[in-house]
């Protein structure tokens, strides 16, 4: 079964970075691509990067645009979001998820658990 | 961005009854509109896709419609499993974008 195992999250003090990860499995991860999105305290669901299943592509909301990296490792079924100069209003539950399209992009079909990100001095 | 003003933000409706839900995008989007159900703590899970298709293993009396600019997702006899927020996103084109969510009280 499909499985997306977020890691990396924890308190950090603003302006700070901080990676997280994404472990798979259960599904054929190079041909998928994969998605971060996170959701603050009490709120909605924001969308925040995406990667192509082969990696050339990258897509980021405006908000996180110059800041987030997202990037994966296909030879060890890993995704990554790398963030820099955190701000307080970041802190958020951050999820990694998969894509239902193959070899393309589409909708979130599976998503993790999920990793707390809070900022915080 | 491609806005998703998503409506009501909050209902309470009762086992048995029928509900609608409403995403309205600032743009055409043609059919690139899925649903989301998300119990408290947990992930979101995938009801709906490409407006109308259900989900592998979502229970029927789930369904979507809509097209250009205004989309619904309906529950049409509601269990008391069903309590939940539900929320639309756009998948045409980027940066996705979901709206605000309705919160479902049984």
């Known amino acids: 079964q499909v499985q997306l195992v977020e890691s990396g999250g924890g308190v950090v003090q603003p302006g700070r970075s901080l990676r997280l990860s994404c472990a798979a499995s259960?599904?054929?991860?190079?041909?998928?691509?994969l998605h971060w999105v996170r959701q603050a305290p009490g709120k909605g669901l924001e969308w925040v990067a995406v990667i192509s299943f082969d990696g050339t592509k990258r897509y980021y909301a405006d908000s996180v645009k110059g800041r987030f990296t997202i990037s994966r490792d296909n030879s060890r079924n890993i995704l990554y979001l790398e963030i820099n100069s955190l701000r307080p209003d970041e802190t958020a539950v951050y999820y990694c998820?998969?894509?239902?399209?193959?070899f393309g992009v589409g909708e979130i079909d599976f998503w993790g658990q999920g990793t707390p990100v809070t900022v915080s001095s | 961005a491609i806005q998703m003003t998503q409506s009501p933000s909050s209902l309470s409706a009762s086992v048995g009854d029928r509900v609608t839900i409403t995403c309205r995008a600032s743009q055409e989007i043609s059919d690139d509109v899925a649903w989301y159900q998300q119990e408290p703590g947990k992930a979101p899970k995938l009801l709906i896709y490409a407006v109308s298709n259900l989900q592998t293993g979502v229970p029927s009396r789930f369904s979507g419609s809509g097209s250009g600019t205004v989309f619904t997702l309906t529950i049409s006899s509601l269990q008391p499993e069903d309590s939940a927020t539900y929320s639309c996103l756009q998948d045409n084109s980027y940066p996705y974008t979901f709206g605000q969510g309705t919160k479902l009280e049984i």
């Open positions: 998820a998969k894509d239902r399209v193959t």
């Open positions: 259960g599904f054929t991860f190079s041909i998928h691509a």
